[in-house]
């Protein structure tokens, strides 16, 4: 890594490691983040796989997760927070899965972590690529690691999202409305900064013009996104149900850049 990338790497892990202890009990509290979660997984899922890598992967629920549904694939994970490192490699050992292994870095490390391994799958849930130094470097390196027939499941906080934009403007918040617009966004705390940027569905496929679109989907377009918690908890299961499915139905129209979180799944060109 370039001095300026370690510098900026070494803050973002800083910023994990004080979330790491908390970050597993905040996400079993909120049903929206563990509904989004099921269906990025299903994602991954649908595709066969023997060698898989996870970047930015927390506390390791979905490193588990897939080494326990394919206990004969290899799960390889790497994260910049060594605290979220040190959770991981916890439940390898609690859960007895030998079949993960897990390093501290970012993308552009993980040719020398893992050398000479090659990916089929490499999955990306909940922000790791919102911090990155540079989402071009970051693409490049992701397709020299990606097996000639593999596929990439990748989730990135949205630029557009159109509904929390308008709720923060009748909250009369114009700053927190248009924040996910500025060259550099703060992240979702009030009251801890992390250097991060959001993209736009134009921006992610100009930065991943080398690869096919094989699917996209935006969550949280008509839902309340996970953070409006009393939002949430006022629509009840009925009312969730049925934004949920309106989103399905969005997912077909043009409406569906205009979410809270978006899924793309790519593949190489020609794969
Ligand atoms: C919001 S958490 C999501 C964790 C996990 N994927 C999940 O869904 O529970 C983001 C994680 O990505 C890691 N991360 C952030 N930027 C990263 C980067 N550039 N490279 C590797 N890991 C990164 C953080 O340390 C943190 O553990």
């Known amino acids: 890594m370039q001095d300026k990338a370690v510098n900026y790497y070494e803050k973002v892990g800083a910023y994990y490691d004080q979330d790491a202890p908390e970050f597993e009990a905040r996400y079993w509290k909120n049903p929206v983040l563990q509904r989004i979660r099921a269906d990025f997984r299903t994602f991954v899922h649908k595709e066969k796989f023997a060698t898989v890598l996870e970047i930015g992967f927390g506390s390791g629920l979905d490193l588990a997760h897939f080494a326990m549904s394919h206990p004969e694939a290899m799960c390889y994970g790497i994260d910049v927070s060594q605290q979220m490192v040190n959770l991981a490699n916890e439940k390898k050992t609690h859960y007895n899965l030998p079949n993960i292994q897990v390093a501290q870095g970012s993308v552009e490390d993980v040719v020398r972590l893992f050398p000479g391994v090659k990916f089929d799958m490499i999955y990306v849930f909940f922000g790791a690529l919102n911090t990155v130094k540079d989402l071009s470097l970051a693409a490049d390196a992701l397709g020299q690691l990606l097996d000639k027939e593999g596929k990439m499941v990748l989730t990135f906080v949205n630029k557009w999202y159109l509904q929390g934009t308008i709720i923060e403007l009748l909250k009369l918040r114009p700053r927190a409305a248009f924040s996910r617009f500025f060259k550099v966004w703060g992240g979702y705390s009030p009251s801890r900064y992390l250097e991060s940027v959001c993209y736009s569905y134009r921006e992610i496929r100009q930065h991943f013009k080398n690869y096919s679109l094989e699917s996209y989907r ?20 009925k009312g969730r149900w049925l934004l949920w499915n309106t989103d399905l139905w969005l997912n077909r129209t043009p409406a569906r850049k205009w979410g809270e979180y978006a899924l793309y799944v790519f593949s190489h060109k020609n794969g």
């Open 218 to 237: 935006g969550y949280s377009i008509m839902h309340p996104a996970w953070y409006y918690i009393r939002f949430n908890i006022l629509l009840k299961n």
